[in-house]
């Protein structure tokens, strides 16, 4: 890999976590302490249960889309404490825990008082880093 995609690469990360840290997600849905399902019907898509099972998670998964480009192939949101991210192969190593730090800020924000993780994938959708929040301690620990 060339120097200079790699610094491009650097620069996108370096940008996003940005991004994270200085904006929220902006659904215009009050996040719900309910940990049930979306009601069944028409306007529930295959899409809606899979990066969401709340409409606060829905949109914020959408939004970590939206806003990571590149970077995030997928995300999804459940019972409104778990973020699970799937990082694409141009994330190295190194910048993994840096952005795993801003998806936590940006998701504790949008999910106060209550303990929070966060899920890193790799590419292939195995298991690589996980960030647990604890709201007492106000600390972020990763495994």
Do not use: H
Request: with cysteine; charged share 15%; aromatic share 6%.
């Amino acid at each position: 890999m060339t120097l200079l995609k790699r610094s491009s690469q650097r620069l996108l990360v370096i940008v996003l976590v940005g991004v994270l840290l200085f904006t929220s997600a902006c659904t215009g849905i009050a996040p719900s302490s309910s940990k049930s399902l979306p009601p069944a019907g028409p306007k529930v898509t295959y899409q809606q249960l899979q990066q969401g099972n709340t409409p606060a998670g829905q949109g914020f998964a959408e939004w970590v889309l939206q806003t990571a480009g590149e970077l995030v192939s997928d995300a999804y949101v459940r019972d409104n404490d778990k973020l699970g991210v799937v990082i694409t192969n141009i994330v190295v190593p190194t910048d993994v825990k840096p952005l795993a730090r801003s998806l936590v800020q940006g998701f504790r924000r949008n999910f106060p008082n209550q303990d929070l993780t966060v899920l890193m994938y790799a590419p292939d959708k195995k298991l690589i880093l996980t960030a647990n929040y604890d709201t007492q301690s106000q600390q972020v620990k990763y495994e």
